[in-house]
T-cell receptor, first 112, second 111 residues
Framework: ETGVTQSPTHLIKTRGQQVTLRCSSQSGHNTVSWYQQALGQGPQFIFQYYREEENGRGNFPPRFSGLQFPNYSSELNVNALELDDSALYLC???????????FGSGTRLTVV | GQNIDQPTEMTATEGAIVQINCTYQTSGFNGLFWYQQHAGEAPTFLSYNVLDGLEEKGRFSSFLSRSKGYSYLLLKELQMKDSASYLCAVRERAGSYQLTFGKGTKLSVIP
């Protein structure tokens, strides 16, 4: 299987709710990272997982959490949603090489 | 602190050459990446520089000067499909896949 698949593509949630976003990594990719991209901005690093362990985190509060599974798929969970959480959430995976990530098409989250 | 600057918008004519600049100030440096992002789509990898100099890949070239904290992406023979946002990103630590991105440059190619 090739490519990085994210689901759902679009989502609308109410402030205070919780959301789970999913990512299916490209075959053979053991490193996955999540990014938040607000409109008109560059992606901001949330955290990274390597072999099911978090091994890097950006400047995001603990209500942003994640999981990576043995098949290298992963989840991003956000609790107590705030209006400012409205953004495009990108999953990116890598084999560990230097040539950058393969990004998924993202999940567009709108918090109302 | 971390700071990556690139122009917000640029316009260029089909068939022409355009240079998109990126300056960075980061606590560490272990490589600079350029990505292309069409509206509503995933960023796609264009180039990677870790040593000073020019990397050429078809119509796209990327240059890096580590002493100046400066890079540029050069697009030749512009095509309408090159209209997109171009993102400059720095990896600060070896072994990490955390990238710090600039805000992106929206390039419009006109006939």
């Amino acid at each position: 299987e090739t490519g990085v698949t994210q689901s759902p593509t679009h989502l609308i949630k109410t402030r205070g709710q919780q959301v789970t976003l999913r990512c299916s990594s490209q075959s053979g990719h053991n490193t996955v990272s999540w990014y938040q991209q607000a409109l008109g901005q560059g992606p901001q690093f949330i955290f990274q997982y390597y072999r099911e362990e978090e091994n890097g985190r950006g400047n995001f509060p603990p209500r942003f959490s994640g999981l990576q599974f043995p098949n290298y798929s992963s989840e991003l969970n956000v609790n107590a949603l705030e209006l400012d959480d409205s953004a495009l959430y990108l999953c990116a995976s890598s084999t560990g090489g230097f040539d950058g990530y393969t990004f998924g098409s993202g999940t567009r989250l709108t918090v109302v | 602190g971390q700071n990556i600057d690139q122009p917000t918008e640029m316009t260029a004519t089909e068939g022409a050459i355009v240079q998109i600049n990126c300056t960075y100030q980061t606590s560490g440096f272990n490589g600079l990446f350029w990505y292309q992002q069409h509206a509503g789509e995933a960023p796609t990898f264009l180039s990677y520089n870790v040593l000073d100099g020019l990397e050429e890949k078809g119509r796209f070239s990327s240059f890096l000067s580590r002493s100046k904290g400066y890079s540029y992406l050069l697009l030749k023979e512009l095509q309408m499909k090159d209209s997109a946002s171009y993102l400059c990103a720095v990896r600060e630590r070896a072994g990490s896949y955390q990238l710090t991105f600039g805000k992106g440059t929206k390039l419009s190619v006109i006939p």
